[in-house]
T-cell receptor, first 114, second 108 residues
């Protein structure tokens, strides 16, 4: 596809359940980011993948959050034992290469934890 | 803590000029970029400053002063469609970190 694709666009889950969010970056982009955005708030950095290097996980808020990137392309963000405070829009972005400041964002996944 | 500081809201009149400021911490800093986000939409890239000075792209310009750890986004000839949130973002240690955003309100 031409842009960053995220799925699902909306996810409603019950407290305590696990969820998986998917991101398909732009083909050929080596850098991939996950951010979280609560309503009316800024973009909170979660994790950064660059090529085959070890990811920068410094923004993950707790050990319930994890992410992987398979084959340097598709990424999955997993939230275990979801809590109501996890409700937010989860945005994925990719860029052409390391440290490239021009990020291309997906439309995000709106996660609602009831 | 938050390393980027920008005003939470700015109000301006249609047709006018508005400046949105951003200050940052210097440790590990490589450059400053700006993004626009309309309500319900995804952020989109506007501009980047890696060196001191002014970058111009149509009605939008961005400025960086490394000596002052400061930058700004300048929007000219404001249009109602410019009503959005604007985020400064720093390239720090190879990853992109965003400020909390400035909500721009435009009055007719």
């Amino acid at each position: 596809g031409a842009g960053v694709s995220q799925s699902p666009s909306n996810k409603v889950t019950e407290k305590g359940k696990d969820v998986e969010l998917r991101c398909d970056p732009i083909s050929g982009h080596t850098a991939l980011y996950w951010y979280r955005q609560s309503l009316g708030q800024g973009l909170e950095f979660l994790i950064y993948f660059q090529g085959n290097s070890a990811p920068d996980k410094s923004g993950l808020p707790s050990d319930r959050f994890s992410a992987e990137r398979t084959g340097g392309s598709v990424s999955t963000l997993t939230i275990q034992r979801t809590q109501q405070e996890d409700s937010a829009v989860y945005l994925c972005a990719s860029s052409r290469d390391r440290g490239n400041e021009k990020l291309f964002f997906g439309s995000g996944t709106q996660l609602s934890v009831l | 803590g938050q390393s980027l500081e920008q005003p939470s809201e700015v109000t301006a009149v249609e047709g006018a000029i508005v400046q949105i400021n951003c200050t940052y911490q210097t440790s590990g800093f490589y450059g400053l970029s700006w993004y626009q986000q309309h309500d319900g939409g995804a952020p989109t890239f506007l501009s980047y400053n890696g060196l001191d000075g002014l970058e111009e792209t149509g009605r939008f310009s961005s400025f960086l002063s490394r000596s002052d750890s400061y930058g700004y986004l300048l929007l000219q000839e404001l249009q109602m469609k410019d009503s959005a949130s604007y985020f400064c973002a720093e390239n720090r240690d190879d990853k992109i970190i965003f400020g909390k955003g400035t909500r721009l309100h435009i009055l007719p």
